[in-house]
């Protein structure tokens, strides 16, 4: 991880939301180098989910810029994001249940001619792209209501690799899942690695956490504690940070 | 093709058309005169006006929304359509305006409903009044007489071999099947009624397609108007009171899945068909028109029930 050399990938600087009269961000500002898996840690509240949802373009800043690859961004809605290879992956399993994998994969950017959909080549494309990841799916065409939730997360998950997303959020991705589910969702974001995407990385778990990441902002109340990177500190005082909302007596200062 | 949809939407056909068959059956041993090809035109010609309505209708309900307005959007077209041929205006231009008039109801609902967040019951609520009390302020509560040739032929010509009625009855649901199983618009009606919030995530025109979906249901309600001015040969404007009712149940009954996401177009003619079937068979028995609504409101139910028993594993 060489970041002096490199630019970021994304720098968001001084963003801020409110929501009616609570402050949920105040002036936190982040960033994202290629190949790096960043965690964002922090309580319920704590503001992690309102800061990727703005990156993502779910939400919009009330003050606060954001840089793509050195150049300013504006980032008003999902397409927005996506138009600057941004994905998401959502704790809640981000996929229509009632359609199957192809539909959900090309949920939004249906491959299509005149606006009639090409069902058989999206069926191709989602073998193709599931096949290159190891995810094993019997049945593509059937909902994925019923499938299970570690197949529905990496059909979230190969949606972001087939439109070749350069940073990808995964806001608490093993949430939902149970512990195989999780094992399959590890190895993909490890194989996501290597491939030199940015990955930022919410997740309340301090064992994910230390396992997948590179680097970690703890977040509290809205404002950025500390930043440092994931093995400059044991899991017990990371725990600790998460908890107090303050640095380690040791540590330096954030970073702005 | 059609693999992604086929699977949604292959569980309600099998059933709802063996149902149908089993009722034209026992309906035929019961009277010589239900199987007959002039009975049959008859009930094909009631269901048109319905049918049209429920095709909309199916697209609202497969987003994940209702629209209670489409029988009184019907009525302020008719009326439209009868005020303007009464003050001598050519039928094409009183044509014209009525099926104007009920898409700018449509989306007008459709706009309510997306970009001011009322919820489709309640915009659509207000929209019944207000389209029924429109028909009625325009014509002070009286029938015109449509006599012109050219609603004649809408109401009773024949086109191809066909009534004119059914053809666009058959014309409205070709189109909606395509656009359903074949179009990325159908694509996103099922998005959005599977999980809207979802659908904005990934970057769905949600609001865009609301307006649309709307939009569409009220045209159709113009068409039906069509259909119903030839019919009567006259609009009076408490014409299809309690239509959407009937088109919504028609929705039901042809296994489509009230919260949205989960149904077809093809089955809601089935299921308008089942409706009128039910009707038609108890008039030629001589059976009080009291019980009809007995029956339907019986066979929706059942419907219903039936779909969940399949959903349960």
Redesign the interface.
Known sequence: MSKSKKKPLVRMQGISKHFGGISALEDVSVDLYPGEVVGILGHNGAGKSTLVKIL?G?LTPDSGEIFVDGEPATIR???DA?ALGIE?I?QEL???????A??NLF????M?RY???D??Y??RETRRILDSLHIKIESL???VDNLSGGQRQSIAIGRAVYFQAKILIMDEPTAALGMEETQLVVELIEELKTKGLGIFFISHDIHDVYRFTDRIYVLKGGKLVHTCPTNAHTQDEIVQMIISGRPPATAEQPRG | MGETIARLKSYPLTWIVGVTILMAIVISMLSPHFLTVGNLTNLLKQVAIVAVLAGGQTLVILSGGIDLSSGSILALSAVTIGFLIENGYPPLLATFAGIVVGTLCGLINGIIIAKGRIPPFIATLGMMGIARGLALVITKGVSYMVLVPFFDIIGNGKLLGLPVPIVIVIVVYAALHIVLRRTVFGRHIYAIGGNEHVSRLEGIRVDHHKILIYTISGFLAAIAALIMVGRLASTPPHVARGAELEAIAAVIIGGTSFAGGIGAVETTLIGALIMAMITNALNILGVSSFWQQVFIGIVIIVAVWLDNLKGRR
Not at chain 1, 94 to 100: R, T
Not at chain 1, 107 to 110: H, L, Q
């Open positions: 993502a779910a809605d999902p397409n996506r998401t959502y981000a996929l229509c249940g009632n359609l199957d192809p539909a949920m939004g950017r249906e299509n606006g009639f959909v069902d058989a999206m069926l065409t059937t909902r």
